[in-house]
């Protein structure tokens, strides 16, 4: 109405201007579009933590053993708060926030009482809250009761009993905890196919009662129903039952069960060309009856050619299977993908020769920039795109550069939620590095791990220990020391049974590169190095022990029973928690460390804790710790040490005794008293080598 | 790992000497001082795990930025790789007179940062909200352009504060703003509009304001000052009864034609000459002069006042053919 109102009145009009003025169009978006496309610009940084934890150097979890904690623990937390709100509902019906946001507000909980009507909303109301077995037990009443129920409901009560095999359906886990499903999940964790269905459950009983007054239409469904609940839960001979009772009566089957009954082919048909036989025979039906095959479809025939492992028309009949799915407009998903790889390679060590994985790998990278650069889920097989390919592109391939090209796009855009549990991620990562650091050089592995470990990946101790073998192989000196640091953060160094190897393959790193050409720095760094650990896990002797016991025990003599308890506990608990058990060898890497650092108060320590326990220690010192030991005492001038030394390197019998012997006799401060014993020693050995020294 | 071990303090069983058949038990509730535990147990240090050093110390100089800090957040100083100080120091004896580093610097966490609105950051923000964006069109080229196609300006305003509610009050006012040459007036409805309008009419700029927040929606407020508008407009068309006894005195400008001036002018002119009738055609110039001259004179009021006065001293000697 004001817009009749003002004229073009302007008299200031100069040029000719048209008299409408057409506004563009605005372009339709979602209400998310714009924070969408802004997250596109966002790709991950191997620096940042998962968002789940507190950015800060003392707050990151960097070990998988903390990440799993944190996680759960912070889940757990949710979990609880949840609890509170859904238990003292009462407190929390104050709402601030305009809108009201619902999943702030107290959760209805879910109260027998109110569902023992036995009417249709009840069992309408029973099937909202997913209780079905409940849900049954009223229709039970009602049928008792003679109450009517409309058709609709019944045949919905009966869908939700196949679809969840009679029973419940599982409560969802919270994102932290599915992450961790498999390791808390016990049961089936090799994945095997099982049978599940529970035969003459509730499903089979209403099914039969059913059956007997459903119209022409309602069989449809009533037998689809049961025929994919059947398939579902794997027990296939009775779905080919069913499936012949269909087409007798006329039944027509429709795609979801023709998806399903392509999936389970692998438990209907023993041999492979039988399979496929059937498959085509079912497919023709399809054709015949004009059901338009999904993606499901070609997913679940993938499937079957997959569990064919080692057929040799298998990859053959996958890419034709490829063709017919694009001539159906139907875009292969990750899951197609997943399962052509398989296919192709069906196990370790057969490899068809083929250029398979690039090719896959071309076709994703463009179907990605189509998409905008952005994958959706489509089909629930997609999860194992990722740990598929690179397995077979490291284990059948062994291609390095097919691996990180891989590795790659798993990093483009948010492609990294393909990776759907913790476990199919570790392995990802396993192979990817197993076949690096076989493979390929430090300059490209050493970055490539850095921007991946400890944010993303946490090794586990087999990575780490082909880690320090890498490191060794390649003699990247500079790396140790902050190899050990590493280490520490990826808690691999603590008092567990495994990890005692990693210290010492990582000791035994630190020695044998050795040599003359470490910088005094170097020195240091190592020494540091063993000065931590020897904190870390420190020695106590026996008589420490002793001693601790002997307290403890005067401390029982005074107290009353039940205190005495707790003291028995906390000492059994001591002796659970082993204290970390060194051997001779650590020892002697430790010792040779110091040494070399000039630090010989250390370095006695440990040589006479050695002594002291020698009984509980296994392994012996060894001759270069010994050596070295033996030096630096007589560069301090301590002759008595190293005559100490001498006399052990003599019961030990080793071959450097002559070095030694020698060495110890060229030092001028030798007093009479200690040539004499040198001369003792050298009767005493039974080395000859030792034997041909000339003593002054 | 930490272990925990509880101890129980419990009644304990009397301790003294055997108590015989028949004895009283006494029942002791709380140790007495002497039979502690021994030397009190100190607390066990707790045991942290190692503190990595900050990963600035191991980012490489040419990284993307926008990745390591894609939104806003506070300052967290282990991420940033510049040393950015901040803080106050007054003598030498605090901080030993340095400035204060960024480590635990409170001051930096509480401001707001721009670590997430680099140049980089906004290139390539907006490249990807670009597909979004429709083009300028094109007939708005100049600012005339603009008025003349959009003549009216609807300005509303809305707030965000960081709390669960979207709503606040300040939301609800809307602004309705134009210039009153985009409207068709008469000489007598502008004045009226002007008149009516009040203070809501900027002169200077020939623009109408009209502020609506008396209604605590921003719908209603806005079909208010539609209405508002609307009934201004159709009202300054309107004449009333009483605008007929309007007075010289109530004049918006000095309008010659009516005033009492001119009668008197021809007046004069009339009983001079013989002709009464044709007394405007002889003298039209002269009384063309007069007429402007003596309108400048009451229009312009203060300004040039010396001049208007001296042009109509000098329009009046001419009138009268007088010489000074």
Redesign the interface.
């Not at chain 1, 006329?250 to 496929?276: A, G, P, Q």
């Not at chain 2, 502690?36 to 040419?62: A, C, I, Q, W």
């Given at each position: 109405m004001l817009w009749r109102i003002f004229h073009r009145y302007a008299s200031t009009t100069m040029t000719n201007r048209s008299k409408s003025f057409t506004y563009p169009q605005r372009i339709n978006r979602s209400p998310t579009a714009i924070l969408e496309s802004l997250n596109t610009c966002v790709q991950t940084d191997g620096g940042n933590p998962s968002y789940l934890f507190m950015d800060d150097p003392f707050l990151i979890p960097t070990s998988a053993h903390e990440k799993r904690q944190l996680s759960l623990s912070k889940a757990s937390g949710k979990k609880a708060a949840r609890w509170i709100m859904d238990r003292y509902s009462y407190a929390f019906f104050y709402d601030v926030a305009v809108p009201s946001i619902p999943s702030y507000f107290p959760n209805y909980t879910f109260d027998e009482k109110e569902f023992i009507e036995p009417d249709e909303t009840t069992l309408y109301k029973l099937m909202n809250w997913n209780k079905i077995i409940k849900a049954y037990e009223i229709y039970k009443k009602c049928l008792d009761y003679k109450i009517n129920i409309s058709d609709t409901c019944k045949y919905a009560l009966f869908d939700l009993l196949c679809i969840y095999n009679s029973d419940n359906p599982m409560e969802i886990l919270p994102p932290e905890e599915d992450w961790y499903r498999r390791e808390l999940n016990e049961t089936n964790q090799s994945g095997l196919v099982q049978r599940t269905w529970k035969d003459n459950g509730l499903a089979e009983q209403m099914f039969e009662e059913l059956k007997l007054t459903a119209t022409s239409e309602q069989k449809i469904r009533l037998y689809n129903s049961f025929a994919s609940g059947l398939f579902k839960y794997n027990h296939a001979e009775k779905a080919m039952i069913i499936i012949d009772e269909m087409k007798q009566n006329n039944i027509s089957i429709d795609l979801i069960t023709y998806n399903y009954l392509l999936r389970s082919t692998s438990l209907i048909k023993e041999t492979y060309d039988t399979r496929w036989q059937f498959m085509i025979e079912y497919l023709n039906e399809m054709k015949q009856n004009s059901i338009q095959p999904n993606l499901r479809t070609f997913n679940s025939i993938f499937y079957t050619l997959r569990r064919c492992s080692l057929y040799e028309r298998g990859p053959i009949l996958a890419l034709s299977l490829l063709n017919e799915m694009r001539q159906c407009g139907i875009e292969p998903s990750l899951g197609t993908w997943a399962h052509l790889i398989m296919i192709f390679y069906p196990n370790d060590q057969i490899g068809y020769d083929t250029q398979i994985l690039p090719q896959i790998m071309d076709e994703l990278e463009k179907q990605y920039e189509l998409n905008g650069k952005q994958f959706q889920w489509r089909d629930i097989d997609d999860r194992e795109f990722f740990f598929n390919i690179m397995f077979k592109a490291t284990v059948n391939c062994r291609d390095v550069d097919l691996a990180k090209r891989i590795h790659r796009f798993q990093m483009t855009g948010s492609n990294s939620r393909f990776i759907p549990d913790g476990f199919k991620e570790q392995m990802y990562y396993t192979n990817m590095f197993r076949l690096l650091f076989r493979f390929d050089i430090p300059e490209h592995v050493i970055p490539l791990w850095e921007s991946v470990v400890p944010n993303i990946y946490s090794p586990s101790i087999n990575i780490i220990e082909d880690f320090i073998e890498f490191i060794s192989t390649w003699n990247i000196k500079d790396y140790y020391v902050r190899l050990w640091s590493d280490l520490i953060l990826l808690g691999f160094i603590d008092n567990k049974q495994n990890n005692r190897r990693i210290i010492e393959r990582y000791l035994a790193l630190l020695i044998n590169n050795d040599q003359e050409n470490l910088s005094n720095e170097q020195i240091k760094q190592y020494a540091n190095i063993a000065r931590q650990i020897l904190k870390r896990f420190p020695l106590t002797s026996d008589e420490d022990e002793q001693q601790i016991d002997d307290q403890q025990q005067q401390q029982q003599q005074q107290q009353k029973r039940e205190v005495n308890e707790e003291q028995q506990q906390t000492k059994q608990l001591k002796q659970f928690q082993s204290k970390f058990q060194y051997s001779g060898q650590l020892l002697s890497n430790l010792i040779y460390l110091l040494t070399r650092a000039d630090d010989f108060d250390a370095s006695w320590s440990l040589y006479e804790y050695y002594f002291l326990n020698k009984n509980i220690l296994i392994n012996q010192l060894n001759e270069i710790s010994l050596m070295s030991l033996l030096k630096l005492s007589i560069n301090q001038n301590r002759i008595d040490y190293a005559l100490n030394i001498v006399e052990k390197i003599n019961e030990f019998n080793y071959e450097c005794l002559s070095d030694a012997l020698d060495l110890l006799n060229r030092h001028e401060n030798l007093d009479h008293k200690d040539r004499q014993r040198l001369r003792t020693i050298q009767k005493n050995s039974s080395l000859e080598s030792a034997h041909l020294v000339k003593l002054v | 790992?930490l272990?925990f071990?509880r101890?129980?303090r419990?009644a304990?069983?009397s301790?003294g000497p055997k108590s015989q058949i028949g004895e009283f038990r006494v029942l002791q509730l709380t140790q007495s001082k002497g039979?502690g535990?021994?030397p009190m147990k100190k607390r066990g240090k707790l045991k942290?795990?190692?503190?990595?050093?900050?990963?600035y110390l191991?980012?490489s100089t040419d990284?993307?930025w926008?990745?390591?800090w894609?939104t806003a957040?506070t300052f967290?100083q282990?991420?940033v790789p510049l040393p950015i100080t901040q803080g106050y120091v007054s003598s030498d004896n605090e901080n030993k007179g340095l400035p204060v580093e960024k480590y635990a610097n409170a001051e930096l966490m509480k401001i707001p940062n721009f670590l997430h609105l680099t140049p980089n950051?906004i290139k390539?923000?907006c490249?990807?909200?670009k597909?979004?964006?429709?083009?300028w069109?094109e007939?708005?080229n100049s600012d005339?352009?603009c008025?003349?196609?959009?003549?009216?300006e609807i300005t509303t305003y809305d707030y965000l504060n960081s709390?669960?509610?979207?709503?606040d009050s300040r939301a609800r006012v809307v602004k309705f703003q134009?210039k009153l040459?985009?409207?068709?007036f008469d000489e007598h409805a502008r004045d009226k509009f002007v008149r009516l309008a009040g203070q809501k009419y900027n002169a200077d700029k020939d623009e109408l304001t009209l502020i609506a927040d008396k209604c605590p929606y921003r719908k209603q407020n806005y079909d208010y000052a539609?209405y508002l508008?609307?009934a201004l407009?159709f009202e300054s068309w309107k004449t009333e009864n009483w605008e007929k006894d309007r007075t010289k005195n109530d004049w918006q400008t000095y309008y010659w034609d009516k005033s009492p001036s001119r009668t008197r002018l021809l007046d004069i002119l009339k009983a001079s000459e013989k002709d009464p009738k044709s007394v405007l055609d002889d003298n039209k110039k002269l009384i063309e002069r007069y007429r402007a001259s003596i309108s400048r004179v009451q229009d312009e009021g203060v300004e040039n006042e010396l001049k208007n006065l001296t042009d109509y001293k000098n329009d009046v000697l001419m009138l009268y053919n007088l010489k000074l």
């Amino acid at each position: 109405m004001l817009w009749r109102i003002f004229h073009r009145y302007a008299s200031t009009t100069m040029t000719n201007r048209s008299k409408s003025f057409t506004y563009p169009q605005r372009i339709n978006r979602s209400p998310t579009a714009i924070l969408e496309s802004l997250n596109t610009c966002v790709q991950t940084d191997g620096g940042n933590p998962s968002y789940l934890f507190m950015d800060d150097p003392f707050l990151i979890p960097t070990s998988a053993h903390e990440k799993r904690q944190l996680s759960l623990s912070k889940a757990s937390g949710k979990k609880a708060a949840r609890w509170i709100m859904d238990r003292y509902s009462y407190a929390f019906f104050y709402d601030v926030a305009v809108p009201s946001i619902p999943s702030y507000f107290p959760n209805y909980t879910f109260d027998e009482k109110e569902f023992i009507e036995p009417d249709e909303t009840t069992l309408y109301k029973l099937m909202n809250w997913n209780k079905i077995i409940k849900a049954y037990e009223i229709y039970k009443k009602c049928l008792d009761y003679k109450i009517n129920i409309s058709d609709t409901c019944k045949y919905a009560l009966f869908d939700l009993l196949c679809i969840y095999n009679s029973d419940n359906p599982m409560e969802i886990l919270p994102p932290e905890e599915d992450w961790y499903r498999r390791e808390l999940n016990e049961t089936n964790q090799s994945g095997l196919v099982q049978r599940t269905w529970k035969d003459n459950g509730l499903a089979e009983q209403m099914f039969e009662e059913l059956k007997l007054t459903a119209t022409s239409e309602q069989k449809i469904r009533l037998y689809n129903s049961f025929a994919s609940g059947l398939f579902k839960y794997n027990h296939a001979e009775k779905a080919m039952i069913i499936i012949d009772e269909m087409k007798q009566n006329n039944i027509s089957i429709d795609l979801i069960t023709y998806n399903y009954l392509l999936r389970s082919t692998s438990l209907i048909k023993e041999t492979y060309d039988t399979r496929w036989q059937f498959m085509i025979e079912y497919l023709n039906e399809m054709k015949q009856n004009s059901i338009q095959p999904n993606l499901r479809t070609f997913n679940s025939i993938f499937y079957t050619l997959r569990r064919c492992s080692l057929y040799e028309r298998g990859p053959i009949l996958a890419l034709s299977l490829l063709n017919e799915m694009r001539q159906c407009g139907i875009e292969p998903s990750l899951g197609t993908w997943a399962h052509l790889i398989m296919i192709f390679y069906p196990n370790d060590q057969i490899g068809y020769d083929t250029q398979i994985l690039p090719q896959i790998m071309d076709e994703l990278e463009k179907q990605y920039e189509l998409n905008g650069k952005q994958f959706q889920w489509r089909d629930i097989d997609d999860r194992e795109f990722f740990f598929n390919i690179m397995f077979k592109a490291t284990v059948n391939c062994r291609d390095v550069d097919l691996a990180k090209r891989i590795h790659r796009f798993q990093m483009t855009g948010s492609n990294s939620r393909f990776i759907p549990d913790g476990f199919k991620e570790q392995m990802y990562y396993t192979n990817m590095f197993r076949l690096l650091f076989r493979f390929d050089i430090p300059e490209h592995v050493i970055p490539l791990w850095e921007s991946v470990v400890p944010n993303i990946y946490s090794p586990s101790i087999n990575i780490i220990e082909d880690f320090i073998e890498f490191i060794s192989t390649w003699n990247i000196k500079d790396y140790y020391v902050r190899l050990w640091s590493d280490l520490i953060l990826l808690g691999f160094i603590d008092n567990k049974q495994n990890n005692r190897r990693i210290i010492e393959r990582y000791l035994a790193l630190l020695i044998n590169n050795d040599q003359e050409n470490l910088s005094n720095e170097q020195i240091k760094q190592y020494a540091n190095i063993a000065r931590q650990i020897l904190k870390r896990f420190p020695l106590t002797s026996d008589e420490d022990e002793q001693q601790i016991d002997d307290q403890q025990q005067q401390q029982q003599q005074q107290q009353k029973r039940e205190v005495n308890e707790e003291q028995q506990q906390t000492k059994q608990l001591k002796q659970f928690q082993s204290k970390f058990q060194y051997s001779g060898q650590l020892l002697s890497n430790l010792i040779y460390l110091l040494t070399r650092a000039d630090d010989f108060d250390a370095s006695w320590s440990l040589y006479e804790y050695y002594f002291l326990n020698k009984n509980i220690l296994i392994n012996q010192l060894n001759e270069i710790s010994l050596m070295s030991l033996l030096k630096l005492s007589i560069n301090q001038n301590r002759i008595d040490y190293a005559l100490n030394i001498v006399e052990k390197i003599n019961e030990f019998n080793y071959e450097c005794l002559s070095d030694a012997l020698d060495l110890l006799n060229r030092h001028e401060n030798l007093d009479h008293k200690d040539r004499q014993r040198l001369r003792t020693i050298q009767k005493n050995s039974s080395l000859e080598s030792a034997h041909l020294v000339k003593l002054v | 790992m930490l272990s925990f071990v509880r101890t129980f303090r419990q009644a304990q069983r009397s301790t003294g000497p055997k108590s015989q058949i028949g004895e009283f038990r006494v029942l002791q509730l709380t140790q007495s001082k002497g039979s502690g535990s021994g030397p009190m147990k100190k607390r066990g240090k707790l045991k942290f795990k190692e503190v990595p050093p900050p990963r600035y110390l191991r980012m490489s100089t040419d990284q993307d930025w926008t990745n390591v800090w894609p939104t806003a957040t506070t300052f967290k100083q282990s991420v940033v790789p510049l040393p950015i100080t901040q803080g106050y120091v007054s003598s030498d004896n605090e901080n030993k007179g340095l400035p204060v580093e960024k480590y635990a610097n409170a001051e930096l966490m509480k401001i707001p940062n721009f670590l997430h609105l680099t140049p980089n950051h906004i290139k390539k923000h907006c490249a990807a909200i670009k597909k979004y964006c429709t083009p300028w069109p094109e007939e708005l080229n100049s600012d005339e352009a603009c008025e003349y196609y959009l003549p009216i300006e609807i300005t509303t305003y809305d707030y965000l504060n960081s709390t669960p509610s979207i709503r606040d009050s300040r939301a609800r006012v809307v602004k309705f703003q134009f210039k009153l040459t985009q409207l068709e007036f008469d000489e007598h409805a502008r004045d009226k509009f002007v008149r009516l309008a009040g203070q809501k009419y900027n002169a200077d700029k020939d623009e109408l304001t009209l502020i609506a927040d008396k209604c605590p929606y921003r719908k209603q407020n806005y079909d208010y000052a539609q209405y508002l508008l609307t009934a201004l407009y159709f009202e300054s068309w309107k004449t009333e009864n009483w605008e007929k006894d309007r007075t010289k005195n109530d004049w918006q400008t000095y309008y010659w034609d009516k005033s009492p001036s001119r009668t008197r002018l021809l007046d004069i002119l009339k009983a001079s000459e013989k002709d009464p009738k044709s007394v405007l055609d002889d003298n039209k110039k002269l009384i063309e002069r007069y007429r402007a001259s003596i309108s400048r004179v009451q229009d312009e009021g203060v300004e040039n006042e010396l001049k208007n006065l001296t042009d109509y001293k000098n329009d009046v000697l001419m009138l009268y053919n007088l010489k000074l």
